[in-house]
């Protein structure tokens, strides 16, 4: 059995059903990341996970213990929200020290873990400052440092980096791996950015409307998404139809005819019109045949997104492709310029059919 089982969790909010029958496992040490969009019930789980939230229905067993009739004090796990919510008036030592003296620890354990836990989080010169004289970085740092210190088995993340400008997230999300993997505590952290929940988790579990959608390692779920829904919620990823004749063992695509690469099952992804999907940089502009699936596109739009530039071109069968290329290789290109643009066969993905 898992460290931590959720085992079909249900909870409404009148006729808003936030959680619709989850079922999710988390090992003992893992970096597990709820991935959604806003309102797909992220929180939702990770509250009830807290024992904030009562689920109308099923249950949670950490280590065997069904908990979900439990106190949130009693199971004992640490969280940090989105503001942080540390105590304005006291120190960051005492802010960090908080939940220790809540425990009723001895006075002198409590001064070495409040040391260690600002030395774990690089805090050790601002002991004395208030959370207002301190920066967003820092405040996080407290909040996870007072998360961390009384030992927590699992802690709980609800966007904890959202309101962080770009190159302090891009730090703390290092600093928050090196601690997972540092304290070995079972992290479940909540974020609406794929990239961050590429960046830092073991597994990811995609979230959609109260469910989980589809739950895997970072490469396994950006390379297999398992559903339309995931495919386009990660990655910017262009989805794409096509027409499956069986009889020529060919897709028709982009107004011209593939030979059916080797991925393609018409039992699993149908046999009329099918959707797939193609990655904006596994598609390059190139000369018409070779190993690569060629046709002809027309540009319809190029902007400058600063590693790359991003082009939208229209397929000969109207549909829209966007395709990332290294700045150098298409400055000469112009909108309204026809070119040929290709694909390895292999690089493509098929939906299952609905
Ligand atoms: N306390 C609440 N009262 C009413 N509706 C709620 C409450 N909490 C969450 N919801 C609703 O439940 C759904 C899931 O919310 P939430 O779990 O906060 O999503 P997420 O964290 O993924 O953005 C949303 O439709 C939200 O409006
Ligand atoms: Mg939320």
Redesign the pocket.
């Known amino acids: 059995m898992a460290f931590l089982d959720i085992r079909k969790l249900s909870k409404s ?2 006729s ?1 059903v ?2 619709n029958s989850v079922d999710l496992s988390v090992e003992a040490g893992e970096f597990v990341t ?1 991935l ?12 009830a996970i807290a024992g904030f939230t009562r689920p109308d229905d099923g249950g949670i067993v950490i280590d065997g213990v069904d908990v979900t009739n439990v106190d949130p004090e009693d199971r004992d796990f640490g969280v940090v929200f989105q503001g942080y919510a540390l105590f304005p008036h006291l120190t960051v030592a005492d802010n960090i020290a908080f939940p220790l003296k809540v425990r009723k620890w001895a006075k002198a354990d409590i001064s070495a873990k409040v040391e260690e836990m600002l030395s774990l989080v690089g805090l050790d010169k601002l002991a004395g400052r208030k959370p207002r004289e301190l920066s967003g970085g820092q405040q996080q740092r407290v909040a996870l440092a007072r998360a961390l210190s009384f030992g927590p088995r699992i802690l709980l993340l ?1 966007e904890p980096l959202s309101a962080l400008d770009r190159s302090l997230r891009d730090i703390m999300q290092r600093e928050l791996k090196r601690l997972h993997k540092e304290t070995g505590v079972t992290f479940i952290f ?1 974020t ?1 950015d794929q990239e961050e929940a590429y960046a830092m988790s073991d597994r990811i579990a995609v ?1 959609h409307n ?1 469910r989980i959608v589809q739950v895997g390692a970072p490469r396994e779920i950006y390379q297999k998404p398992a559903s339309l829904f995931v495919a386009g919620f990660l990655g910017g990823n262009n989805i794409v139809t096509a027409r499956y004749l069986p009889a020529e063992r060919t897709l028709q695509i982009f107004g011209d005819c593939l030979a059916v690469p080797a991925q393609f099952d018409p039992a699993q992804h149908g046999d009329g019109e099918i959707t797939l999907w193609v990655r904006p940089e596994d598609l390059h502009f190139c000369e018409p045949g070779g190993d690569r699936y060629t046709f002809p596109v027309i540009v319809m739009d190029i902007s400058f997104t600063g590693s790359s530039e991003r082009l939208v071109v229209g397929t000969a069968d109207g549909q829209e492709l966007t395709i990332l290329a290294p700045s150098a290789s298409v400055t000469t290109f112009a909108i309204g310029q026809r070119l040929h643009c290709g694909f390895s066969p292999s690089s493509i993905g098929f939906l299952p059919r609905d």
């Open positions: 909010y009148g808003t936030a959680l709820l959604g969009p806003s309102g797909s019930g992220k929180t939702t789980l990770l509250m609800d909540v609406h979230f109260g």
